[in-house]
């Protein structure tokens, strides 16, 4: 006598090949032609015949002439196991490939003003191009953020002076190199063709902290020669210095991209610094967790691209 097995049946204590067994002997209803679906010999293919029946309480197939016919109860359980285990093999799937002319993805960059302004225009132009339904969100970032981001672009620690996005389960690219220009308005009247040490020290200074902290690579240059500045005006977005530097006497040191293309639009004039200053690079930042995603995967090749245009 077989012995029925209750509600709640126990999934950890079941073999998937078990399972994986059943659903060709209900497909083929042959001991033989099972196994050679299975990839299994006869004797296993009987042996987990066997089995199954011990842990379901049934005979499930049972022999009429020359062929297996199912129990009311394997009839019955063939349907939702053939489903349950589709479900299984579609949920254990590789991910589909990303195709960025139909995808509808949004993505959340973390990145500052100066960053938003070099490489956004570049990388929408992509994307209008072969990837229409692609939606971006651009943002500042702060250390507390990283995980809600799918990308940070952030300089390297030559500038940070300490690394805010290491760690163990983040990747970094690098995008591109950048170099720092003085900036000053045109007709500044203690400026003439070129800045010096001495000026540059007297004059009053705007200074960028998009972290609202002092200090940064100029002073640190400047205090390795026992120099310090005045800063007038400390802020932390980017995009406001160059109307600021425009209409009083302050200098400015910044990117040299931002520098040249607001010398366009305003009436600005670039100085090369009286001493020398570090270049830094920006640097795309990810987590792990995004690393294998095919959308990811194929957002981050253009952000590198347009770091590499550059």
Not at 90 to 116: E, K, M, N, S, V
Request: glycine share 6%; with cysteine.
């Amino acid at each position: 006598m077989m012995h029925g097995v209750h509600d709640g049946m126990n999934l950890a204590a079941i073999d998937l090949n078990l399972l994986v067994a059943l659903e060709a002997l209900l497909g083929e209803r042959h001991v033989t032609r099972a196994a050679a679906r299975l990839g299994l010999s006869q004797s296993a293919t009987s042996h987990a015949l066997a089995r199954l029946r011990r842990l379901l309480g049934d005979p499930l197939l049972v022999r009429d002439g020359q062929s297996l016919v199912p129990t009311v109860r394997a009839a019955a359980l063939a349907p939702r196991l053939s489903e349950a285990l589709g479900s299984l093999r579609a949920a254990l799937a590789p991910p589909a490939a990303f195709d960025p002319a139909t995808a509808r993805r949004r993505f959340t960059i973390g990145l500052a003003d100066y960053a938003q302004f070099v490489l956004l225009p570049p990388l929408l132009a992509r994307l209008s191009e072969a990837a229409p339904y692609v939606d971006l969100v651009a943002r500042d970032y702060a250390a507390g953020q990283l995980g809600e981001l799918d990308f940070t672009v952030a300089p390297d620690r030559s500038v940070m002076r300490a690394d805010p996005l290491a760690g163990p389960a983040l990747r970094a690219r690098r995008l591109f190199r950048e170099r720092y220009v003085c900036v000053a308005r045109r007709g500044h009247p203690k400026i003439g063709k070129k800045l010096d040490l001495a000026t540059f020290v007297a004059l009053p200074h705007a200074f960028i902290a998009p972290r609202g902290t002092p200090g940064g690579v100029v002073d640190e240059a400047l205090a390795e020669r026992g120099l310090t500045r005045r800063v007038a005006l400390m802020i932390q977005h980017f995009l406001v210095a160059p109307y600021a530097i425009a209409g009083s006497d302050l200098v400015i040191t910044l990117a040299e991209r931002l520098a040249l293309a607001f010398v366009e639009r305003l009436p600005l004039v670039i100085h090369e610094p009286p001493l020398p200053l570090p270049q830094f690079t920006m640097q795309l930042y990810w987590h792990e967790r995004h690393h294998l995603d095919p959308a990811h995967r194929w957002l981050r090749e253009q952000l590198i691209e347009v770091g590499r245009s550059l």
